[in-house]
């Protein structure tokens, strides 16, 4: 079994940042992708940002610029950095990993989710 655990979020202005983690444990072979989606009041889960185990990056086109994924391998950790916050960016953020088990089982895992909350 995989467990994501995320930390970071919280209530900032507009203009201000954050940083989000997530830590994966668990029965971990390797971590092939790691990403963050997030979802809105009434909006469905969409895709943030996403990292390959070879820091292959892919960001939506509403967070270019202002948002920054980075990974520790090491620690099985991925990181947030949300920058130029808007109000439109309050959501609840979700981290999310594909990870192959030690017994070869690979599998798509989520975190219990953190909101992030920017006032104008």
């Known amino acids: 079994q995989v467990q994501l655990v995320e930390s970071g979020g919280g209530l900032v202005q507009a203009g201000g940042s954050l940083r989000l983690s997530c830590a994966a444990s668990?029965?971990?072979?390797?971590?092939?992708?790691m990403g963050w989606y997030r979802q809105a009041p009434g909006k469905q889960r969409e895709l943030v940002v996403s990292?390959?185990?070879?820091?292959?990056?892919n960001y939506a086109d509403s967070v270019k610029g202002r948002f920054t994924i980075s990974r520790d391998n090491a620690k099985n950790t991925v990181y947030l950095q949300m920058s130029s916050l808007k109000p439109e960016d309050t959501a609840v953020y979700y981290c999310n990993a594909v990870v192959t088990s030690n017994i070869g089982y690979t599998g798509k895992y989520w975190g219990q989710g953190t909101q992030v909350t920017v006032s104008s």
């Open positions: 990292i390959t185990s070879g820091d292959r990056t």
């Open positions: 668990g029965s971990i072979f390797s971590i092939n992708v």
